[in-house]
């Protein structure tokens, strides 16, 4: 049995901690954008605490990286986990410790094997739908010109947008909301496709083992062909020789 790599430990035992910590990150996120009157100091320990999800998973991105035997490829393979990392020290942006945050969560998801396709597919659309509808509801809330107001509002919004519907109800008016947007969009599609993807390969294996299953019986059949052929020959063969004895005797 092939022992476990530094590298693959560390990730099975920190997979539901971190996890656990997007869970803290999403409720820190949303208590000030569902709850605008909240005080200066609940606002405040929100923010700490969004700043402490995105550090711990900075640090298990850096903890990856020095137990990894090929850190060069290590590097290469995980870009998209480094942009998530290096992301929100850009500009001091919640939206961006956010996406860095959704970058992280989906990646750690994607590495571990426990977890099925549909359940990460599932997850993936209920993410992206809350925070969509947080994200979209916190930049255009306050835009003279914005309709979306309330968190219902944000809510059908992210899902007419995910959908690729564009009832046209809702809409964003400002230039961060139309980039969320786009990626709603993207990101419905590119689910859509995994959906689809999967209820494809899901057919067509069915019809790969019944087609494996009915060459076997077609061969068993065949089979049990040739052994009738050959016992026919057989007794043939017997009733020729009783034949030729019952001749000789008479004779």
């Known amino acids: 049995?092939?022992?476990?790599?530094?590298?693959?430990?560390?990730?099975?035992?920190?997979?539901?901690?971190?996890?656990?910590?997007?869970?803290?990150?999403?409720?820190?996120?949303?208590?000030?954008?569902?709850?605008?009157?909240?005080?200066?100091?609940?606002?405040?320990?929100?923010?700490?605490?969004?700043?402490?999800?995105w550090g711990l998973f900075a640090l298990d991105y850096l903890v990856r990286l020095v137990l990894t035997e090929r850190r060069r490829e290590f590097v290469r393979t995980h870009w998209l986990d480094l942009c998530a990392v290096l992301l929100p020290l850009i500009q001091p942006m919640r939206l961006l410790r956010l996406v860095s945050t959704l970058l992280l969560v989906g990646q750690r998801a994607r590495m571990a094997p426990q977890i099925r396709l549909t359940t990460y597919v599932v997850g993936a659309v209920v993410a992206l739908l809350m925070f969509g509808s947080l994200a979209v509801l916190s930049v255009e809330r306050e835009s003279p010109e914005g309709n979306i107001r309330t968190l219902g509002d944000a809510v059908w919004w992210s899902f007419t947008t995910m959908t690729t519907v564009g009832y046209g109800d809702h809409a964003p008016t400002t230039g961060l909301g139309r980039m969320i947007a786009v990626g709603l969009m993207l990101s419905g599609i590119a689910l859509l496709g995994v959906v689809t993807a999967?209820?494809?390969?899901?057919?067509?294996?069915?019809?790969?083992?019944?087609?494996?299953?009915?060459?076997?019986?077609?061969?068993?059949?065949?089979?049990?062909?040739?052994?009738?052929?050959?016992?026919?020959?057989?007794?043939?063969?017997?009733?020729?020789?009783?034949?030729?004895?019952?001749?000789?005797?008479?004779?």
Do not use: H
């Open 1 to 53: 049995m092939k022992q476990q790599s530094a590298q693959d430990r560390w990730e099975q035992r920190t997979q539901r901690p971190l996890l656990g910590l997007a869970v803290a990150f999403a409720v820190a996120y949303a208590v000030p954008i569902v709850w605008p009157e909240a005080d200066r100091e609940v606002t405040s320990w929100c923010t700490r605490v969004e700043w402490a999800v």
């Open 198 to 251: 999967n209820i494809a390969a899901w057919f067509i294996s069915r019809f790969e083992s019944d087609d494996v299953e009915e060459r076997r019986q077609t061969a068993a059949i065949e089979a049990l062909a040739e052994e009738v052929r050959a016992l026919r020959a057989q007794v043939a063969a017997l009733s020729d020789s009783a034949s030729v004895v019952a001749e000789e005797r008479l004779s």
